[in-house]
Every structure is written in structure tokens, then in C-alpha cells.
């Protein structure tokens, strides 16, 4: 079993920055994969972006292309979103999710994903 836990969310204007951290436990962190996926009620929960193992492959949905970085410290078993020129359409709660390494990096299938946090709140308004 993975257990992951974010932080980070908050309110913030349009424009602005939020950095949002996922810790994980229970197993080897570095042989996981790592997504953010983010949800709005009503609709189904939908890919931001996902980074390799080793950190050195990273994927990212067109509509935060630019704009949000993933990144990853394995040393600490945390994964990182870091978002900027934030828009009223990113408001959502960001859930983090984890698969092995014997999975497919770039299936970003939401069923492909073995394990979730509870995710973090953003909301993006003046």
C-alpha cells in the first residue's frame, strides 16, 4: 500500500502561484510513477500532468502546458505542483495518484492509477 497526502491548496487571486506537495509512504517512492489529477463537482476527474520514476520524463495536459510544473524530490517521497498564471477555470480539488514503474508512463488513464489521496482544495477568484 501507498499512502499519499497533500497540501498546499488555497484561495489565490487570478494571475497568481500555488505550490502543492504530496507526500508519500508506505513504499519504495521512487519506483512509482506520479500524476495530478484534479476534479470539479459534476464532472469526472481529469489528468494535469504526471512525472517518471526517476523525474526524468514528464507529461502534461494542453491546458496547463506552460503554466504548471511538476517536479519530484525522491529523497523526501514528495511530489510537487508548482502552478502559475492561475486561471478561474483551474479551480478544482488536485488529488495526487501513484502507479509502479512496471505500468505504463505515458497511459494517463485515470483507471491505470493504483493509489490516491484525499486531495487539496484551489480556488481561484478575486
Known amino acids: 500500500q501507498v499512502q499519499l497526502v497533500e497540501s498546499g491548496g488555497g484561495l489565490v487571486q487570478p494571475g497568481g502561484s500555488l505550490r502543492l506537495s504530496c507526500v508519500a509512504s508506505?513504499?519504495?517512492?521512487?519506483?512509482?510513477?506520479m500524476a495530478w489529477f484534479r476534479q470539479t463537482p459534476g464532472k469526472e476527474r481529469e489528468f494535469v500532468c504526471a512525472?517518471?520514476?526517476?523525474?526524468?520524463?514528464?507529461l502534461y495536459a494542453d491546458s496547463v502546458k506552460g503554466r504548471f510544473t511538476i517536479s519530484r524530490k525522491n529523497s523526501v517521497n514528495t511530489v510537487y505542483l508548482q502552478m502559475n498564471s492561475l486561471k478561474p477555470e483551474d479551480t478544482a480539488v488536485y488529488h495526487c495518484?501513484?502507479?509502479?514503474?512496471?505500468?505504463?508512463?505515458?497511459?494517463?488513464?485515470?483507471?491505470?492509477?493504483?493509489?490516491w489521496g484525499q486531495g487539496t482544495q484551489v480556488t481561484v477568484s478575486s
Open positions: 508506505g513504499r519504495t517512492f521512487s519506483n512509482y510513477y
Open positions: 495518484a501513484a502507479k509502479p514503474e512496471s505500468g505504463s508512463f505515458r497511459d494517463i488513464n485515470i483507471n491505470t492509477y493504483d493509489y
Open positions: 512525472i517518471s520514476n526517476g523525474g526524468a520524463a514528464t
